[in-house]
């Protein structure tokens, strides 16, 4: 595709459930990004890919949320036991190269709703 | 202390008006800067970026930055009530890390 997709648009789960996000970056991009956008918040950096190495995972909010990536393209954002306070936008974006001066490129995201 | 700081707003001009949107940044080591436009609802879109001191101009849009003072602002020029939307400010660090502001909400008024 032209862009990077994720999927679910939209996601409703049960306090406790584990979920699973998906993102499909533009093709050639070698780098991948988590974030998550709380109502009316900035955007928070969860995790980047390089290939298929998570060189930074600072920004992962607790051991229950993990990221993979394989083949150098699909990423998989997985939140088990999810909790209300999960609930927000998860966006994706993709860079060509994943140098800090590149232009990340974003999907349309995936609102995630914990009941 | 957030690494990037921007005023929430909400920020309103009339049509046709300068917009100026200001953000700063906590990191000395930051080595580049990019505003990003986010409709409500929508991803964010990237307007700008700069790397270096001074200002860059594309269209109706200039970025500025000063890397002294720790500074970067975006200028709209004859404002169009299609700008309205929140501003973001991102930063990139060393290591590839990126960190966004909260945003500046805009409101064009006809």
């Known amino acids: 595709g032209a862009g990077v997709s994720q999927s679910p648009s939209n996601k409703v789960t049960e306090k406790g459930k584990d979920v699973e996000l998906r993102c499909d970056p533009i093709?050639?991009?070698?780098?991948l990004y988590w974030y998550r956008q709380s109502l009316g918040q900035g955007l928070e950096f969860l995790i980047y890919?390089?290939?298929?190495?998570?060189?930074?995972k600072s920004g992962l909010p607790s051991d229950r949320f993990s990221a993979e990536r394989t083949g150098g393209s699909v990423s998989t954002l997985t939140i088990q036991r999810t909790q209300q306070e999960d609930s927000a936008v998860y966006l994706c974006?993709?860079?060509?190269?994943?140098?800090?001066?590149?232009?990340?490129?974003f999907g349309p995201g995936t609102r995630l709703t914990v009941l | 202390q957030k690494e990037v700081e921007q005023n929430s707003g909400p920020l309103s001009v009339p049509e046709g008006a300068i917009a100026s949107l200001n953000c700063t940044y906590s990191?000395?080591?930051?080595?580049?800067f990019f505003w990003y436009r986010q409709y409500s609802g929508k991803s964010p879109e990237l307007i700008m970026f700069i790397y270096s001191n001074g200002d860059k101009e594309d269209g109706r849009f200039t970025a500025q930055l000063n890397k002294a003072s720790q500074y970067v602002s975006l200028l709209i020029r004859d404002s169009q009530p299609s700008d309205s939307a929140t501003y973001l400010c991102a930063v990139g660090l060393t290591g590839n890390q990126f960190y966004f502001g909260t945003g500046t909400s805009l409101t064009v008024i006809p």
């Open positions: 093709s050639g991009h070698t780098a």
């Open positions: 990191d000395r080591g930051s080595q580049s």
């Open positions: 974006a993709s860079s060509r190269s994943g140098i800090n001066t590149d232009t990340q490129y």
């Open positions: 890919f390089q290939g298929n190495s998570a060189p930074d």
